[in-house]
């Protein structure tokens, strides 16, 4: 979602991905915090759901 939302002109932590396509140092920071945003986002959701 974050990497879509770069695409039509956000400027948040997608669009620096978008950005660092080219450069292997802040893709490799802005990827990793996507990595962990997804991987936090599903551990939530996954409790959420044991819950009900």
Known sequence: MLVIAALVGTRDLGQQVFVALGRADLGLVAG????LLALIA???LR???RKT
């Open 32 to 35: 990793f915090s996507i990595a």
């Open 42 to 44: 599903d551990r939530l």
């Open 47 to 49: 409790d959420g759901t």
